[in-house]
């Protein structure tokens, strides 16, 4: 649901635009002064940034330093692109979301746009050097996005495959085609799939238009490359297939399918579907980031939960045995190793969005970290899956609704300590003045509500956290050297509630906030917990960036994170934090880079103390996460995000790719 904190017109806007204008001179705010800026760093690392997440195993880290505490504050924008690939909703497409990180490798800066256009970039000029049009059809897309591409370099020598395409960008679409493409040209390999694509609805059966598609990269994992997708929330019982499939970099082949069933169930398997076998209809999807381990051999999925999102009673059939779990998969085959779940039973939306975050202890071993929306962090061992620190199974309501069930107890990690609220006292319902805060009140009365894991009601539950989270897609960044993580958190309260299927026009089953849950008896009704003056009724922050001690898992430092200038003219001296979307990426240099937050800000903190160092305001949020790239010595360090607002979290949308970088003297006239 959209949370709308904007002013509605442009009046109102150009009126708050001058009372902030008029508060902040009396209140005496002005700009520091510049200090002597220093001399641009020739020395130190150079680094690409050749995956979604820098490295494979997602750690959204670089060795880079020639940006450091020191001269951060110099930053200033190197350069801008706009594609022009936006829409607001009006135009007969779906309100975008522009969500992309690009890759930056072989002298090119790949990125997709929302519409699935892909696009090389001069990283160092930001002009254009190619684009690809896949043309998509997008019917039934509620939110166009593309999160990123993936990258694959031909090893094998050049008079056995020839020169094209010997580097590929793979990328999905939200028609449901996996593409690949020449990485130096933008055409299609043309030997990969039919001329250069793959047709994914294939061994799915009957898939409606905009139900399944894909928004997050896909993975290559030696000289295969995976693709999940997005299926459809609430929509119905016998929702496509959540399955994995690993296809041939080189030849689009099938090379091996994970049917997400329980263990004791017949899988489909290859040979099955290239007979014409479809695969089984209903189970957990993997619409976010996959990662992987390559010394281990493992490619860790995380998993949604089956459907649909808020009721399972008999019918789901116990298909939640991969649901909401992270998934360790044997990259060469594609058999189960492991899994730990999240959540049981999912009847909350509480899939895992988090990509997990592959890193190596200081012992060397190798562990994952897996993120979710409750704001629980549990740190595995990436070989078997076990926790490496204390997780405790706590009793949990339970429900009243005929015909449903709910587990018993759910995980609940001791170790980080949860990073989202788990608990809202009536005292502490929140609003701006006492008059909204009443009635919020009297909203939260009239709610089913006994903690965290409350689960839908007829009444109509608190969903605390909201089923957007906690964390994201997002993730985590991870400083392996320092053992810290780094995790923004957003705090956005929901409500669901259930209503028997004949208590519903026909005509209204489909309508926004209305999830039909076809199969069912249900019909569910979800919708932000806000107040009359669009902010959530809970008290802030409503948004925070925190650092872990990986070593011990004890919480470093945490701030809140985003400010209300877009609410009120006196809101950017108020930092309550905001709702976000997107990820942070730290640099060896002990900087944090992250956009994510509704206020338009581009911000550096200090790792080693959360301390905000610089921040930039864009034309449009920044939803995405970004990225750091620097291509020599002789060269500069380059930051890049994408600005382009994310219109269900109110962030409008539009449309830009800013690089920033130090101030280079010797190029200036």
């Known amino acids: 649901m959209k949370l709308s904190w904007l002013p509605n017109t442009g009046v109102e806007r150009r009126r708050a635009a001058a009372l902030a204008l008029v508060l902040l001179l009396a209140l005496g705010g002005c700009r520091p002064g510049s200090e002597a800026r220093q001399p641009l760093d020739r020395t130190g690392p150079v680094a690409d940034w050749p995956e979604v997440g820098q490295s494979i195993g997602g750690q959204r880290h670089s060795p880079l330093t020639q940006i450091h505490p020191g001269n951060v504050g110099e930053l200033e924008v190197a350069w801008t692109y706009r594609s022009g690939d936006y ?50 059809d997008l019917t039934g897309v509620y939110t166009p996005t593309c999160r990123g591409v993936a990258h694959w370099q031909e090893t094998a020598a050049e008079d056995e495959t020839g020169s094209a395409c010997r580097h590929r960008i793979f990328a999905g679409t939200l028609d449901a085609r996996l593409l690949a493409l020449d990485l130096m040209t933008g055409r299609p390999c043309v030997d990969f799939g039919q001329q ?45 297939s959540g399955a994995v499939r690993a296809w041939d970099v080189r030849s689009g082949e099938l090379r091996w399918v994970w049917d997400p069933v329980p263990p004791d169930w017949p899988a489909v398997s290859v040979e099955e579907l290239e007979a014409g076998g479809t695969l089984t209809r209903g189970t957990p999807n993997v619409w976010s980031l996959f990662s992987a381990d390559p010394e281990l051999g493992l490619v860790f999925a995380p998993t949604g939960n089956p459907s649909p999102d808020h009721y399972a009673g008999k019918e789901r059939r116990n298909l939640d045995h991969y649901g909401s779990s992270v998934v360790a998969l044997d990259a060469a085959t594609g058999e189960v190793v492991w899994n730990f779940q999240t959540v049981y039973r999912d009847l909350w939306d509480y899939d895992l969005a988090a990509q997990p975050v592959v890193f190596r202890r200081e012992n060397g071993d190798s562990a994952v970290v897996v993120a979710t929306k409750l704001g629980h962090v549990f740190v595995l061992d990436a070989a078997t899956g076990q926790p490496l620190f204390p997780v405790a199974e706590r009793a949990v309501p339970a429900t009243e609704v ?8 759910q995980p609940f990690p001791l170790q980080p300590p949860p990073l989202h609220p ?124 925190v650092a872990i001690d990986l070593r011990s898992g004890a919480i470093q430092w945490e701030r809140p994170l985003g400010t209300l200038n877009r609410l009120a003219p006196f809101g950017d001296r108020f930092e309550w934090g905001t709702p976000n979307s997107g990820g942070s990426i730290q640099t060896a ?29 864009l034309p449009y ?7 750091t790239y620097r291509l020599s010595r002789e060269g500069r360090q380059y930051v890049v995000v994408a600005a382009g607002g994310h219109a269900p979290l109110g962030s409008p949308p539009g449309d830009v790719l800013v690089a920033f970088a130090l101030p280079d003297e010797a190029a200036r006239p």
Request: hydrophobic letters at 40%; charged letters at 20%; glycine letters at 10%.
């Open 87 to 136: 829409a607001t909703g009006e135009q007969g497409v779906g309100a975008t979301a522009f969500q992309a990180s690009p890759l930056v490798v072989e002298g090119r800066l790949v990125f997709c746009t929302p519409f699935n256009r892909v696009i090389a970039l001069d990283p160092e000029t930001g002009q254009e050097q190619w684009v690809h049009d896949p043309e998509v």
């Open 196 to 240: 250069g694509q793959v047709d994914l609805l294939a061994g799915l059966g009957e898939v409606e238009a905009g139900e399944y598609y894909m928004t997050s990269p896909p993975q290559v994992v030696g000289d295969v490359v995976l693709t999940g997708a997005y299926v459809r929330d609430g929509y119905r019982l016998d929702a496509p």
């Open 402 to 409: 005929p015909g449903e069930r709910t587990s018993p107890v």
């Open 422 to 545: 788990q608990q809202l006292q009536r005292e502490e319902v929140w609003g701006l003045t006492p008059w909204d805060r009443h009635r919020c009140r009297q909203a939260f009365d009239a709610l089913e509500y006994q903690g965290v894991y409350t689960p839908p009601s007829l009444q109509g539950s608190l969903a605390y956290p909201g089923l957007g989270g906690g964390i994201n897609w997002g993730s985590v960044s991870v400083d392996a050297e320092r053992q810290r993580l780094v995790v923004n958190v957003q705090v956005a309260p929901f409500t669901v509630r259930l209503v028997a299927r004949d208590e519903v026009a026909a005509e209204a089953v489909d309508q926004v906030g209305l999830n039909p849950q076809y199969g069912t008896p249900w019909v569910v009704v979800r919708d932000a917990f806000l107040s009359p003056w669009q902010t959530p009724c809970v008290p802030p922050p409503w948004g925070k960036l």
């Open 589 to 617: 240099s002990e900087l944090i880079f992250i956009g994510a937050t509704m206020d338009h800000y581009f911000r550096a903190f200090d790792a080693r103390t959360g301390e905000q160092l610089w921040r930039h305001e």
């Open 621 to 627: 949020a920044a939803h995405a996460t970004p990225i």
